[in-house]
């Protein structure tokens, strides 16, 4: 992506058309969205855009839900203990990230109310001061783009832009994932 060290891989990025049915009542076979991911591409990354489920930025387009953020849906265990544990040890370090005014004023927050524990997780002070991040499973972040935004000629420059808000956050995640 223009200026945003993300890739973009024709085989990889886009997410499948079908539907996986097996267990749902509704038996159409096709999404009715499409979305792509971008993988984290820094040089320093040490092969960690190469992984299932590396940090990186995602793009939806649905009639009347389209959408840009990233993170890391599901990231590996370990990744999500060291998360935890640099929100208990450093929290500053993360706060640098999403407390960043670029990120915030792109996305607010991290996506905390779908996403998360219903309590802190074990090892950690139930009253501690950043139990919100402590519980989230997923580390996400999201913004709404209108539908117009989708039919504009300056729909890649408008995803590059959002996504370059969330550089240090890719950064962090990406130094978790190492």
């Known amino acids: 992506m223009r200026g945003v060290p993300l890739r973009a ?3 990889r990025s886009p997410f499948r058309i079908y539907r996986d049915v097996r267990f749902a009542k509704d038996k159409s076979p096709y999404k009715t969205n499409v979305g792509a991911s971008f993988a984290w591409a820094d040089s320093q990354d040490g092969g960690a855009a190469a992984r299932a489920h590396g940090g990186g930025g995602y793009f939806h387009l649905q009639p009347g839900e389209i959408y840009v953020g990233g993170g890391m849906w599901h990231p590996e265990p370990h990744v999500l203990a060291a ?12 706060h640098a990230a999403i407390d960043d005014p670029a990120f915030v004023s792109t996305f607010g927050q991290l996506s905390h109310e779908e996403y998360a524990l219903k309590r802190v997780p074990q090892g ?4 501690h001061p950043e139990a919100n991040l402590l519980k989230l499973k997923d580390i996400v972040f999201g913004k709404r783009l209108a ?3 989708a039919f504009s000629p300056n729909l890649p420059d408008l995803l590059a ?6 550089v240090p956050v ?7 994932e190492a």
């Open 170 to 176: 890719f950064r962090l995640l990406a130094e978790l």
């Open 83 to 94: 998360w935890r544990q640099t929100v208990d040890r450093d929290p500053a370090r993360i």
């Open 9 to 11: 891989d024709p085989a």
């Open 147 to 149: 539908d117009a935004d």
């Open 161 to 166: 832009e959002t996504l370059g808000a969330a």
């Open 124 to 127: 950690y002070a139930a009253d």
